[in-house]
């Protein structure tokens, strides 16, 4: 009895980790505005912001910016393949003029939708796409 007593409470411990699996455990302190530092593939990333914000009801995390249109997207972290997803992305049309600043936009964009990795240290911000791409993030002033 004093086994299978034990064995349910594992199970049932198992099971509320797994069911109240939190995003902000991977993300801790998260919240706030990074500053892109460096990004070897898009270097005119350098200087953007992105502001972070956990979203509870979504158990996810909206990561977005803006250049000349605000843009982002929901990202959530799955703890069985130890990958991000992005979704629900979404943002403003506002026609830009400058070819450069659409150019650059579309990346941030398309790099935003394509997140894969999320490394957090004591002060780098670093998140990797699924192909490869990096940015480096600090907080932002």
């Known amino acids: 009895m004093i086994v299978s007593s034990f064995s349910f409470w594992i199970l049932l411990l198992f099971c509320f980790i797994e069911k109240n699996t939190i995003l902000a455990l991977p993300l801790i ?3 706030g505005k990074w500053t892109i530092i460096e990004s070897p593939q898009h270097p005119e990333f350098n200087g953007i912001i992105l502001q972070i ?3 509870q009801q979504e158990d996810s995390y909206n990561v977005n910016a803006r250049i000349i249109n605000s843009f982002g997207c929901f ?3 799955n ?5 991000w997803k992005s979704s629900y992305c979404a943002g403003t049309e506002m026609y830009i003029l400058d070819d450069k600043e659409r150019t650059k936009e579309d990346n941030l964009f398309k790099f935003i939708r394509n997140i894969q990795k999320i490394i957090r240290d004591d002060k780098i911000f670093r998140i990797i796409t699924n192909n490869g791409e990096r940015i480096d993030l600090i907080r932002a002033e």
Do not use: G, L, M, N
């Not at 703890?79 to 990958?83: F, H, I, L, S």
């Open 53 to 55: 914000k956990y979203k």
């Open 75 to 77: 990202v959530r972290f």
């Open 29 to 31: 302190d998260a919240e």
């Open 79 to 83: 703890p069985a393949t130890d990958e």
